[in-house]
């Protein structure tokens, strides 16, 4: 009866070692190049800042674009630079740059 049973569970643990497949999660975190550092060039004026460099998606891949000075549109404007932010599903998104109005 023991050796019947022992049997048995072995049975059941080869099905059921067999019948799961692996399931494996690949995260692949593939981001641009560093950008090339370039000098900042002198503001045009106190009231302008500076936009850095981002890289934008054209049609099939990233194109990186260099920064430069941009007055804001109102005068309680602040540039939020462009950054990666993680979604609630593990992955990270691009934010492009923009301009956020405070205060």
Not at 13 to 32: D, H
Request: proline share 11%; aromatic share 16%.
């Amino acid at each position: 009866m023991k050796k019947k049973f022992l049997k048995f569970l072995a049975l059941v643990a080869i099905v059921i070692a067999t019948s799961y497949s692996a399931n494996a999660q690949i995260y692949v975190n593939v981001r641009p190049p560093e950008p090339p550092h370039h000098e900042r060039p002198a503001p045009p004026s106190p009231h302008h800042v500076w936009v850095e460099g981002e890289y934008h998606y054209n049609h099939d891949h990233y194109e990186y674009v260099d920064g430069y000075w941009a007055e804001p549109r109102h005068p309680h404007d602040v540039w939020i630079a462009g950054h990666w932010q993680r979604r609630h599903d593990g992955y990270e998104r691009w934010v492009p740059g923009h301009w956020k109005t405070v205060g």
